[in-house]
């Protein structure tokens, strides 16, 4: 990437993983990054919530920073299951995952939603990384930028700046699919992306990630696509050795 923009590598582990093998996990990575020179891009991992507390601790002292999956609008309260912006804060993270696709999709949750939780999670101190893509139907349709232009207007809260907002795009339609985005599909979202923010985020700054099945082999093209700013990796982050291939990627 030509730009002044510093990537960002974020690891989904989703719902997998017990405490042994997250931490060694965990471990494997911080070794990795503490080794390195100069690492190239910002590290995150997003492990389920019951590993916070052990993998945070593993990751101590390296350059590898904690995320959260999800978080509630509210600070506090009854809400049985779930787990606050501040809870994750205290618990170590700095960054949190809102609207992800699976989310929205398992979830029913709206664009309005996903913004009350960026609000709380920027309340509490952490990036709201901001997750936003079309479906197969609505691609095949021929509304796949105004769908994601729609999904920015309602999913960024007012008050975001590229200090607490990240952006990450998932072409949902491809997930699944064995249809695959090129690289000009990928550039020509992400620079949509960056010509949909709203007034007040300055769009030069915004750090917008890919999140469509970025592995070893593709990360190395799509990570020097002028509008992609790192990447939102699911699968692959579960594999030491390739999560740290990808962000080595970004040199």
Request: proline fraction near 6%.
């Amino acid at each position: 990437m030509e730009h002044a923009r510093r990537p960002l590598i974020a690891g989904n582990w989703k719902m997998n993983g017990l405490r042994a093998d997250g931490l060694e996990r965990a471990r494997a990575l911080a070794a990795l990054a503490g080794a390195a020179d100069a690492p190239p891009c910002d590290w995150v991992v997003c492990p389920p919530a019951s590993l916070l507390l052990a993998v945070g601790p593993a990751l101590a002292g390296s350059p590898v920073t904690l995320g959260g999956q999800d978080c509630h609008t509210a600070a506090s309260g009854a809400h049985t299951g779930d787990v606050s912006a501040a809870m994750l804060a205290d618990a170590g993270c700095r960054y949190v995952i809102v609207g992800h696709s699976e989310r929205r999709a398992d979830h029913g949750e709206g664009d309005a939603l996903v913004a009350a939780k960026a609000a709380a999670a920027q309340a509490a101190g952490l990036v709201a990384i901001v997750c936003v893509g079309e479906t197969e139907a609505e691609r095949d349709a021929g509304r796949a930028h105004a769908v994601v232009a729609r999904q920015i207007a309602g999913s960024l809260p007012a008050g975001a700046s590229a200090l607490d907002t990240v952006v990450a795009y998932e072409p949902v339609w491809a997930i699944g699919t064995g249809r695959t985005p090129t690289p000009d599909d990928v550039q020509a979202m992400h620079a949509h992306i960056r010509s949909c923010a709203p007034p007040a985020i300055d769009a030069s700054a915004l750090r917008i990630l890919y999140g469509g099945s970025v592995k070893p082999g593709n990360a190395a093209t799509l990570l020097r696509l002028a509008d992609v700013d790192g990447a939102l990796v699911g699968g692959a982050s579960l594999v030491v050795e390739d999560f740290w291939a990808i962000g080595e990627a970004t040199r």
